[in-house]
């Protein structure tokens, strides 16, 4: 991963259901993940998205990380690989996704009621739960049930994004591609400075 961080055409990285200990350990491979915060320190984008080993689950909350992004993780998340979600760290129902004000991410086409719009999509399966939100996060979507499902914020000179759910290609498969274009075109801009 340092090597494919010294690329300058790299603007943005999306990590999905990658448990950190698959890049990184304490006192041993710690290189990794410090020069990811570095580069996300310097401009780049970063984004994580949900999964079974994603946030706490992946004991994200002990790496570099942890000061990068924008939600807060709890020790008692960890998610082990031979045993069954710990359900504790994840909303395990349908959610359907709602705008929390007006941002550029989360504003799908012309429609004035971007409520609506979201309302529209199908929910995704499930999303992590995230245990609380730093003080300079900005919420931009939630579930139904007011649970944080996008979150979006700023680490040095660059920008971060943390998304609980992991299931928009369901947009897809029902007839939204759209929406889901708009969607991830957006978030690519936006984490690469170029909204």
Known sequence: ITETLSDPTFDVIILLDVDSRALYRKGTHEANLKALEQHVGGGKGLMMMGGDHSFGPGLWHSTPLADVLPVLMSRTERQEFDQPVNRAAHIE??????????????????????KAVWARLPPMLCANRFAGLKDNAELLLESEAGEPVLVAGSYGAGRVVAFAGDSTWRWWLKGRQTEYKAFWRQVLYWLAFRD
């Open 93 to 114: 129902r349908p959610l359907q996704l709602v705008p929390v004000g007006n941002h550029f991410l989360t504003r799908l086409g012309d429609d004035p009621d971007q």
